[in-house]
Every structure is written in C-alpha cells, then in structure tokens.
C-alpha cells in the first residue's frame, strides 16, 4: 500500500528520520511505536504528504507521491487525529460528509452513507446535528473516523486517536475501531505510544528509536526476540496495578 | 507613492490619469446625485470656495449671488480647510474663484516666487505673477483684514497693555493662537522674534474657540482679524502694532483667467466686488451671521441688494424655514456621510481581506503588507486628505480616498490574525481530507476566521465613520459640514446637528455589524453558553 525507499527528514539540525526503507502491506495493521521524537509521527505525516522528505521517494499504490498528485491520492486515504480534528463551524453530519458535498454527491446518498456510518461507529443519531464543541470526547473521536471513512478510502492512517480520552471511553472505542478495521479489511497505519493499544491493533508492530527502525514485527516477536535492550526497556515500561 | 517634491505639473498629470481610473470605479454610483452636482442647463457651472472663517463664507455667498445673477450657475465649496487647498484646487480647475488677502498671496502663495528672487511686494508684482499661473487677481474689495493680537480690555487695562511692545513685560501672559498663525511665515514665530518677546505658554486653538478661551480667561492673548465681529462684542483691545510688523492684507477676488472666455458674464460679475466693501460694512456683515445668527447666503445678498440695487432672492429666515433647513441638512448630510462611509469601507473590503489572506500565506508578505497599512494608519488624517488632493481634486473622491486608506488596516490585520490563529490540526484534517488550496479557504479557513474578519470590519466602520467628518474640510460634505459651521459660528446647536448623528450612526454600524454576525458566523464557533 505504502513504501518508504530510503526516505530522510530533517527539521533545522535535527535528523527526526534516518534514512529508512519499508513496507505497508495491503490490509494488514501496523503500528508505529515508540517515545516522544522518535519519528513516528514524522514517518506518519510522510505517509499523509503533509511534510516532503529531504530524500528518497514515498509511494502510494506503487505511484510516487508528488505534490501534483497529493490532492487526489488523500482521497483515497482516511486520516484520524487525537480528538478528531473536526470543523468547529460544521456540524458532525456537515463534517463527515464535506468532501462528499465537495465531489457533488446527493443529499439522499450523503444521508444514507452517514446513517450507515453512524451504526458502524454505535454514533447515536442525535448526534449529527451537533457541533464539535457540543459533542463528548468519545463523540468528537467516532465522527473523526467517520470523516474518514466517508469516502470508503482503501487505508485508514490514525494519529494518537486515542490520546485524549479518559480510559473508559477509550476502551470501548478501541474494541469499536478494531471492529471496524477488520469488519471492512482496511489496510491501517496507527501511531501512539501505548503498548497496550499497539499490541490491541497491530498485526505488525514497528518500534522506533531516535529517527530509526529498531525492530518490526508481532507483539510476540518483540516481547520474546527483543533486538536489543532498548525494545525490552520499553515493553516493560508500562505501569500495571497492583491489586 | 507620490513624491512630495515632484512639481505641480507632474501631480497634475498624475491626477488626470487617477481620476480616470476612480472615475470608472465609481461609475457605479455615478447614478446618485450627492455630490450636490449642478444642475446640467445650457448655463455655465462654475464653483467657487471659501475658507473656513465667517468673513470668507461671507465673501463666497457674495461670489455665488454675482455669478447666478450672471446666469451662471454656481455651487459653493464652503468653508475649505487652509490657503494651500484652495489655491491649489484654484490652479487645477476644481473652483473658478475666491477671495483672498494679498498679505496670503505675498507670503503663502507666492512664497516660492519670493525665495527665487522675484520680486512680489506691490499688488502689480503679484498680480503679474499669479497671471502666469493662469490666475487673475482683482483690485482690493475695499478693506485691510490684517492680523492683529487681541486681548480684553479689562486685562489689558489692569495690565497697562496697549502695544505689541508691551507684551514682552509680561511672560506670565497664556495665548492662544490659531494653527494657521502658528505656522505661516508671517506668523507668530517672525512677530515674537521682531517683537523681542519670549513665552513658552502657547496653545494652538481654533480662532473661534480662542475667544471662549478669553472670555473664561483660561488664555489672556489670542491672533485676531481686524475685522472680526468680536472685537466690539467681547470687549476686545486691538494691540498697537507699533514696531510695524504686519503686512496688510485687502481682499482681492482670484479667479481662473480662462473664465473671461467660458463664463464672461460671471467673470465680469465677479469683479464687481471691487471696492465695494469697506471695513466697517465686512465686519457689520460678520456680525450679523456670528452674533445675530443669521444665513451667510442671506447677508450677503442683502447686502447686495441694498449696495447694488440687485434683486437677489434671500433664503427665508422664518421659524419653519429654518426647521425645513435643519431637516434638509440632516438629510443631505447623512446621505453624503453613508455615500463615503460605505464606498470607501467597500473598497477597503475588497482590497483587504485578499491582503490579509496572501499575508496569511506568506510571513515575507505578511511583513511588507502589514508593515506598509501600519505607516499609513500612522499619518494624521488632516495630512492624508491633503496628500489626496493633487490625486483626486476637492470633494468626495479624496476624502474616500484617505478613508479607504484608513479601513485598510483593522480589516488586512484581522482577517491575518483570524486565519493564523486557526489551529494547525484543524487546517491539515482540511488538506489530507483532499481539498485543494481554494477549497480550503472557501469552506474551512474563512468560515473560520470569519469572527475575527468581521469584528475587523466593524472597527474600520466605526473609526470610518468617525474620520469621515474630517472629509468637510476639503469639501466632501457628511457630518463634518455643520460641526465646522458649528465651530465657526460658535453654535453648540449646529456642532451637535453633525455630532449627534454621526454618534448614532457610529452606534447603529456596530449594531449592524454584530447582527451580521449573528447571521454570518456558525453556531459552532459562538462561545458556549
């Protein structure tokens, strides 16, 4: 789905990518792990052409990315940040259903897909007709994925999604988003910094450390074959209560 | 940006090629009829001007009687803010005539010519050099209005003050003194030096104002005319220019040379005036508008119908006429305020907000076009007006002009600020949704940024209205008209006539503005209750 070929990125002095090399593959979910400024989230905005590496070439469905390009190949990509990222000046239906507006679709067609949406993502139809400030966290969070999932986009690209939201709600939108990945077969990239949700989502997990791949592979490969002592550092640096 | 040192004929050159360019511009509104246009007849049109004091709207009135009894039909550009705007509307063609003093012309107008060498003392002198610049100046009126310092008599009195000389005895004395005093070459700054006398307790005034302040003593020495009206009513000393100082000043009528072929009646008309005025007949006409509250336009051609045995209509001075007038003025004041208001605040519109939006795209843009609204909003608006005559003539284009200018700043910066503030997260979900760069603008970014973008509208609108009254000094008309009557005459009534309204309408923009808001803004972006 996606391949890096030895793809750099640097702000200012910082290398934040080391020159990379890797595959998405087409409906498996993986999941970009690591701390703060490892380059996760770099490797992720690569992926979305928000930001154009310094070298190497990114590829989307084997098409190199170029600028040209970028506006229709993000149609074909849905892309979910931590609290949704939605319009405040449009209400949650309006949101989802914006770049449908956009590509001159019917009121009839955008009202069906969203109503289906809105089941698939337990979204409670009141709902549609708020505004983001009027909405929960856990509300806000399901119309960001039900934005991007609008124009059934083969890839689903996840930012933190889960970064602001209180623990209940996030587990039960963490069982609704694996849900939905499997139910519909997407091919989805996912960032974050939570072991728990990595092994939760990832067929594949993928550990960075100051600007470079440390280990790939499932959950089970890295807890038990840790490339070295960094990635056993921080498998085990997750805080389990004692009761 | 237009050189201030390129000569005249560049600017008007310059002015043509403007003036076309805004003439099309407006032709939209080439409809409505506020600028108070002359009728279009067979009849010549001719505009004349006056200063802002009362002698001069006197002089103006007398200008427009001769000339409609000429048959030409003549509108009158009342109350002009200084020597340079009139003469230099003079020169350019946008009036015919007007009345000014040959002290103005030996000191001011000619100033130039003086610095060059070429002699311009006698009348003859001046006359042969205003007829090179197309300009015909007439014999005297028929009186000197020089200046003169004044004080009460009682101060003077108990101060033993008869003489200009005596002035430098008392340091202690406060002055008030008008702008154009201050500043012209044979103005205070030569007399306090030919005089000998020092003091720092100068306040620049108006000279209208400046005899309130004598009369709350608040000042104990002002500049005044030798015919002004007040002299007997407050009881003022006319101080002994005893070392000789102030040139004198006859009233002569200027008028374009090319008038002898367009209008040759109203010129000859105009030139009637000549020795028809005598001292004490200029200041009993002053006293009759200042202290008896009469019409510029009714004393004047009373007068005329008296001297000349004409036979000119005079305005009514009854109670209902008056009323009528009132209502009359309101109406036309406030048409002419909205028209500048709201083509200039239009124009601004369109200009900034595309401003502020390539601001927003760009931090090298956004340091020129806001530094560039910054130094203009910076200029004082007297200044800026002036700046706009040479580009735009006298009237309603210049004073949209400096207004336009001046709504451009809150509008570019608000609508730079409201797009930069829109949170990074917020403007990328728009980008790898898919849409492209306009779409963005059009359906996220301004929605967004739309509070902001109004809220700057509004304050351009508010100060708009407020600057728009500064537009009467150059002749556009709007609120400004009766307040500097008002001043002029002292009339409290006639300052609030252009005040009051122009509160109101400052209140009823904003009022305006936050119901369009209302209308405009999503719900979404209102603060939660």
């Known amino acids: 789905m996606f391949s890096l070929d030895s793809v750099s990125k640097s702000f200012g002095d910082m290398q934040v990518l080391k020159p990379t090399s890797v595959e998405f593959a087409v409906g498996k979910s993986t999941v970009l792990i690591g701390p703060s400024g490892c380059g996760k989230s770099t490797m992720l905005r690569l992926l979305v052409g928000l930001i154009q590496p310094d070298s190497g070439t990114v590829r989307f469905d084997s098409e190199v990315m170029t600028p040209d390009k970028l506006t229709t190949m993000r149609r074909r990509m849905g892309y979910v940040i931590q609290d949704g990222g939605l319009f405040p000046h449009l209400t949650a239906f309006e949101n989802i259903s914006l770049m449908a507006t956009y590509l001159g679709w019917g009121m009839d067609e955008r009202k069906k897909r969203v109503e289906q949406l809105a089941e698939l993502t337990r979204l409670p139809n009141a709902a549609l007709k708020r505004y983001p400030a009027q909405m929960s966290g856990g509300q806000r969070q399901r119309v960001g994925i039900m934005r991007a999932l609008m124009l059934d986009p083969p890839v689903l690209l996840f930012d933190e999604p889960m970064g602001a939201l209180d623990p209940l709600v996030r587990f039960d939108l963490q069982e609704d988003l694996l849900k939905i990945i499997r139910t519909l077969g997407k091919t989805s990239i996912m960032v974050t910094h939570d072991m728990g949700e990595a092994g939760f989502f990832g067929d594949q997990v993928m550990m960075l450390s100051e600007g470079q791949i440390v280990q790939q592979g499932t959950l089970d490969s890295l807890i038990h074959q840790p490339a070295n002592e960094y990635v056993t550092r921080f498998i085990h640096a997750q805080r389990i209560p004692h009761v | ?529």
């Not at chain 2, 004044?150 to 008030?176: C, F, Q, T, W």
């Not at chain 2, 008209?481 to 509160?503: E, F, V």
Request: aromatic share 6%; hydrophobic share 45%; net charge neutral.
């Open chain 2, 1 to 529: 940006m237009i050189c201030l040192h390129a000569s005249l004929a560049d600017l008007l050159q310059f002015r043509f090629a403007t003036r076309m360019i805004t003439a099309a511009m407006l032709g939209l509104f080439a409809g409505s009829n506020v600028f108070g246009e002359a009728n279009r007849d067979s009849s010549p049109e001719l505009k004349v001007g006056s200063k802002a004091f009362t002698e001069s709207v006197i002089l103006g009135e007398m200008l427009c009687h001769l000339g409609r009894d000429a048959g030409a039909s003549v509108e009158h550009l009342a109350e002009l803010g200084g020597t340079q705007i009139l003469w230099n509307a003079l020169v350019s063609g946008e009036i015919d005539a007007y009345v000014d003093y040959t002290g103005t012309i030996r000191e001011e107008i000619l100033a130039e010519a003086a610095r060059k060498g070429i002699a311009v003392q006698s009348e003859e002198q001046m006359r042969q050099e205003l007829a090179r610049r197309g300009i015909l100046m007439s014999a005297t009126v028929g009186f000197n209005n020089t200046y003169a310092m004044g004080m009460r008599e009682v101060v003077a009195d108990r101060l033993s003050i008869r003489k200009i000389s005596d002035l430098k005895n008392h340091p202690e004395l406060e002055y008030g003194l008008s702008d154009e005093f201050r500043e012209r070459r044979d103005g205070w700054n030569a007399l306090a030096e030919h005089y000998g006398i020092t003091t720092s307790n100068i306040r620049t005034m108006d000279h209208n104002l400046a005899y309130r302040g004598l009369v709350h003593n608040a000042i104990q020495v002002t500049d005044i005319y030798t015919t002004d009206a007040e002299i007997p009513f407050y009881r003022l000393r006319v101080l002994e220019d005893d070392l000789d100082y102030f040139p004198t000043y006859h009233a002569v009528v200027l008028m374009r040379t090319d008038l002898e072929q367009r209008a040759p009646n109203a010129a000859k008309a105009f030139l009637k005036l000549e020795g028809l005025i005598d001292p004490s007949e200029m200041s009993g006409m002053t006293g009759r508008v200042r202290l008896q509250n009469k019409m510029e336009a009714f004393v004047a051609g009373d007068f005329l119908n008296n001297k000349l045995q004409m036979n000119r209509p005079l305005p009514s001075m009854s109670p209902t006429a008056q009323w009528k007038r009132v209502a009359d003025r309101l109406l036309k004041t406030t048409m002419e305020h909205l028209f500048l208001v709201a083509v200039s605040l239009g124009l601004a519109i369109l200009v900034a907000v595309p401003l502020g939006i390539s601001a927003a795209r760009s931090e090298r843009v956004a340091n020129v076009v806001l530094g560039v609204v910054s130094v203009i909003q910076t200029l004082p608006s007297m200044a800026l007006l002036v700046f706009m005559i040479p580009l735009f003539g006298l009237g309603a284009l210049p004073a949209i002009a400096a207004l336009f200018f001046y709504s451009l700043l809150p509008i570019v910066r608000n609508t730079y600020t409201g797009l930069r503030q829109i949170p990074a997260a917020i403007r990328e979900s728009a980008e790898v949704l898919g849409l492209d760069q306009n779409s963005r603008l059009r359906l996220v970014e301004l929605p967004l940024a739309l509070p902001s973008i109004l809220s700057g509208i509004k304050t351009a609108a508010v100060i708009n209205v407020g600057t728009a009254t500064i537009g009467a000094l150059i002749g556009a008309g709007g609120y400004g008209s009766p307040i500097l009557t008002g001043i002029r005459l002292s009339s409290i009534s006639l300052i609030l006539q252009g005040a009051i309204p122009a509160a109101l309408l400052a209140i009823l923009a904003q009022w305006g503005f936050g119901m369009l808001e209302k209308k405009l803004v999503s719900p979404g972006l209102r603060p939660p209750r």
